[in-house]
């Protein structure tokens, strides 16, 4: 019998990628088959922490009575929607042909969770090797394959990977919970990070209402050559009297500045900055940044995105002269700029942790980029200009500062002139491509100067102007404000695998939720925090809206990968905090406030869980729509049984339907038919993602 091995990724189009460099070329159902591979696939997480009301049905009601919910033996469950590839790869698993199994989903700790409660579950004991690469070329796939290690030299990575799934929810599943019981009336998502992200957006909106207008006037002297501003007068009457005595007088230059500067090249991108330059420059997402760039590396025109590090190894300085070449010629904008390489600037292997900064990959040369979709085709653009500065050389320029003298008032002017352009001619190359303007015009040059010189007079002009409360978070700004909260926690840890709020791979995800949930509203490129979403920050206390928690976690889940700490000891103290945090509002009462109404007009119960069914603007949803695990019971209003019918969907005949299972229905048009008739619309709910309908008719009745 010929033995063979068992490759499983984390997605299906990873898995065609490597079985092509493995020759695994024949297609089954759910893996690639040759050339002594098999090559499968998960389709991200197969395999889940199961839900409270799988340890004991009595937790399918939400009471403070039960909490804290601590499992005493956790249980898994295979997700409904995979369960068909679940079964193939136990099946490939317990192949008595297959003597080997490796694991190639993602390098990190989330992808080593995916694997691991595959394995585990599928009761597989076979030998497991450990693929890890960033890049999906097919030599960086050679060379991993040759490079394979040990599964056990990842042990301690599964555990910090599996603590942390684990006290996440525990933290979801109680915090949620408590609150929810405690408010009475809707449910109210808690999440380690969701929280504190949520307290950054009512931090902003507080600072803004309690922020107080101050007018201010300066007085603007234009002279031959420059334009110089005086500083801030609260005084109309003070400022007017400036700009008076500054009319027709001289002015005298009393201090002249000149400084060479140099603007070193920008770093590389790791996901978060290039999510956030997306959102600056397109207003995209981050979550449609990381689907554009997802999509790119599956195509092999990326390497992998969901990193934190800015750098590249220090093995990879070799190819980067090449490599760049051949980005710049895929560039129409970037081929006959000058070329020079200083790889020393972008690599440090002791900056790279489980992934390098997300850079283009050489396949750019033979792609068809213009039949890229827009987004992707954007970000590859993003990704190759800011590697061609990355490598380039500074921006030279002099900085000019003048302070002038005149009508007993001091003015000051900045100049700039620019010396050699350096990394700034790609980036402006690039913004030119993309219709963009550069941010941040530099000052025009000033004229020639010496300090004493006597200038002529000229104009005065009094503006006025109001100082400007904080901006509200757009995705860009909020972006680095998760990834800099708490940054003094962090900056006390050493070797922590990430720092700020959730990993680049997670924040964009956080974000989405807050919109979902109704915590958080778009309104253009900001987000603006609800009435619920305030209300429910203002409810929460401290430990949860603080940073300072996941910086603690992070700490001792680096022992915890190190082998410093034992996973039971991280698990015991996360429970110990969940019990004072349950036992503090043991006998709390709340009076009627934003999170104990929904605002909703409620049109009956839910069939499935039995909460409220109530009126949204798209549809009639459960309060539990979004629960863990979700309810997901909606009757939508566009749904297309009755567009076809040429019939609204209305709160009365919804409550119909929620009250009896039925409702008596007039003037039902039929296509076949091309008439109208009456008829008793059943609802038919199999739990399925939409409600589907059948129709009862009574047969006295006749078409009209």
Sequence with gaps: MILIQLVITEKPSVARAIAQVLGASDKRDGYFEGNGWLVGWCVGHLVELAPADAYDPRYSKWTYADLPIVPGEWQYRVLPDTRKQYNILAGLMNDHRVDTVVCATDAGREGELIFRLVYDLCGCTKPVKRLWISSMEEPAIRKGFENLLDSANYDNLYAAALCRAKADWLVGINGTRLFSTLYKGQTLNVGRVLTPTLALLMEREAAINNFKKEKFYTVELKLAGLTAVSGRVKSKTEAEKLRKACLGTSATVRLLERKERAEQPPALYDLTTLQREANRLFGYTAQESLDYLQSLYEKRLATYPRTDSRYLTEDMAAGLPALCRTVAGALPFLEDLPLPVNADQVTDSSKVTDHHAVIPTAEIAGADLVALPT?????????????????????????????LECGGGSFTAKGRTEAAMGWKEAERACLASLKKAPKGAPPAALPELTEGQTLEGGDAVLKSGTTSPPMRFSEDTLLLAMERASAEDFAKLEDVERKGLGTPATRAAIIEKLVRFGYAAREGRHLVPTEKGLALAWAMPDQFKSAKLTAEWEERLGAVERGELA??????????????????????????????????TVVGKCPRCGKDVVEGKKSFFCEGYYDTPPCGFALWKNNRFFASKRKELTRKIAAALLRDGRAHVTNLFSERKGVFYDATVVMADDGGKYVRFELEFDKRKGAK
């Design 375 to 403: 987004g992707e085709r954007n970000v590859l653009t993003m990704l190759a200009a800011r590697l061609l500065c990355a490598v380039g050389e500074p921006h030279i320029y002099a900085e000019t500062a003048v302070t």
């Design 567 to 600: 996973p039971e000891e991280f698990m015991a103290g996360i429970v110990e905090m969940l019990r004072g945090l349950v036992r503090g509002y043991a006998n709390v009462s709340v009076a009627s406030s934003a999170l104990s109404r929904s605002g909703r």
